[in-house]
């Protein structure tokens, strides 16, 4: 299985082939409570290392999810659309919200690693 | 997501505080308080909870005092020069929502007021007020009220609110004449062998009481409501989640002191009387647009589409102008989606009006609907 590197704003992204699977991490459902609406992007977008490139809303607030690689958005998960609830399920797996086609695999390196991830998730209290 | 953990130590806590440690709530400041916005069950589930059978909320934060006087003619005149709801009409043991005034008929507060509950006590109102707003209203009505009325803030009791369908039924079980009070009334009664205060109101649209009592009972209280298979704690995420499908005013979001009750679509909280006589601060400008209209008003809105708008979300026409801004939205679990207040001018307050609104640089289709989005379920006494 691919490896899976994060962001500080809590956006994972695992490499299968050229295109990165992108979604928000265990410990971000966790901290968001009820995911009741997302929003997704259009396929065919172009979005830089960075860029909002979907919403994630739960009861009480809106967060942007930031696209952690540049490239191209492949697909889009629309079940997420019908059931946003399966954020709160399964953040990892079957909800991940996007598929962006790597225009820079080297961008991957700035990402953290679970382990890396996992320490600066403990340090946020 | 800030812990606030800087201003931790200025933070007051409730007499439930250890309590709601102890249940896994998450505590986050709120007007001065460390509260909890939700317990492990999550927003979510604790508003579809309070909607089903009964939820608990710790509303000690709130300010509880009392206006006293020699008689209640002189009390309620005192008090009714300074809010436009009808005082001196009410009867012992009833309850009514009215609002604190500034000089140019803003809101500086909205409020509950109850007669007392017996003779005895008569002369003396009870308010529960706003806990951001306790110190500026107190200063005011201070400053304010005729001489022979003194304002006596309550510092050594407690406010808990238990809401829901079930929640007659439960407080049936320790306190069983809380089942026959009628809507808005008030009853001094005995829950569980402890003095309270309770009246049969609430903030949900849900039938329910508010139940006042010593601070050093209230622990005992919240653990026998708890006790019960029905009783979830409900943090303050639900709690506004509730009051906004229920179409309640949540104040400094959707009532200020620029917003007149007029304007805040509060008339029905005026008597007839009140509305002709005037003699409440900005009585000039309220009866003005009691006469005229207002220029905007207070308004329910749907948006077509999934997506919330938020607080503060600009409001626009069908030719993009701007007619308004969004005072409260988010999603309702029991609307089964996104819900709103707000202001709109007030030719486009007609439910069914087609609005836009400004999400991520985007107007969103939508439309202004009445309120409550969840019917109200307050429990009115047969005759």
């Not at chain 2, 896994?24 to 001065?32: D, S, Y």
């Not at chain 2, 909870?49 to 509880?64: N, P």
């Not at chain 2, 009220?145 to 039924?169: F, H, I, K, M, S």
């Not at chain 2, 906004?244 to 959707?254: F, K, Q, W």
Request: proline fraction near 5%; glycine fraction near 10%; charge should be negative.
């Amino acid at each position: 299985m691919a490896e899976t590197k994060y962001m500080e704003s809590h956006e994972y992204i695992r490499l299968d082939g050229d295109v990165g699977v992108v979604g928000i991490s265990k410990y971000a459902q966790e901290q968001l409570g009820d995911v009741v609406f997302v929003e997704l992007p259009e396929t065919g977008k172009t979005v830089s290392k960075g860029d909002e490139a979907a919403v994630v809303e739960s009861v009480k607030a809106a967060s942007e999810v930031y696209a952690p690689v540049s490239g191209e958005i492949v697909e889009a998960n629309s079940e997420l659309e019908a059931n946003p609830g399966l954020v709160n399920e399964d953040p990892e797996g079957k909800a991940w919200f996007m598929k962006i086609k790597l225009s820079d695999k080297g961008e991957l390196d700035t990402l953290m690693d679970a382990d890396a991830y996992d320490k600066f998730v403990e340090e946020q209290g | 997501m800030t812990q606030g953990s800087e201003a931790a130590e200025t933070l007051k806590r409730t007499p439930l505080y250890d309590l709601h440690v102890e249940l896994g709530a998450k505590m986050v400041p709120f007007a001065g308080y460390e509260m909890p916005v939700q317990y492990p069950l999550g927003v979510l589930k604790e508003h579809l909870h309070t909607r089903s059978k009964a939820g608990l909320f710790d509303v000690s934060h709130m300010g509880q005092a009392f206006v006293q006087g020699p008689d209640h003619a002189t009390t309620a005149a005192a008090l009714e020069a300074l809010v436009p709801g009808e005082i001196a009409k009410l009867g012992l043991g009833r309850q009514r929502y009215t609002m604190l005034l500034n000089a140019t008929g803003g809101i500086l507060d909205d409020l509950m007021v109850t007669r007392s509950v017996s003779e005895a006590d008569d002369g003396r109102l009870m308010l529960v007020v706003n806990a951001a707003c306790k110190d500026a209203d107190y200063a005011h009505m201070n400053a304010h009220l005729d001489g022979n009325v003194t304002l006596e803030p309550v510092e050594d009791r407690a406010l808990v609110a238990l809401q829901g369908p079930t929640a007659a039924a439960v407080m049936a079980k320790w306190c069983p004449q809380a089942a026959d009070m009628g809507f808005m009334t008030a009853s001094s009664a005995e829950f569980d062998g402890i003095d309270c205060h309770i009246s049969r109101s609430g903030y949900t649209g849900e039938d329910g009481y508010e139940i006042s009592i010593a601070a050093d009972k209230v622990e005992q209280l919240a653990r026998t409501l708890l006790s019960h298979d029905d009783v979830e704690a409900i943090g303050l995420g639900a709690r506004d989640s509730l009051r906004l499908e229920a179409g309640l005013c949540l104040y400094g979001h959707d009532i200020d002191e620029t917003t007149s009750p007029v304007e805040a679509d509060l008339v029905w909280s005026m008597s007839k009387r009140r509305r002709e006589e005037g003699g409440f601060p900005g009585a000039d400008r309220i009866q003005g647009e009691l006469r005229d209209g207002p220029s905007r008003l207070r308004v329910g809105i749907k948006p077509d589409g999934r997506a919330p708008a938020r607080e503060g979300a600009e409001i626009v026409d069908g030719d993009g102008k701007t007619i308004g801004s969004i005072t409260s939205g988010g999603f309702g679990p029991s609307a089964e989606g996104p819900v709103a207040m707000g202001y709109v001018e007030s030719v486009h307050a007609t439910p069914g009006s087609q609005i836009g609104l400004m999400v991520r640089g985007e107007a969103r289709p939508a439309r202004v609907v009445e309120l409550p989005f969840v019917p109200h379920r307050y429990y009115r006494k047969s005759k």
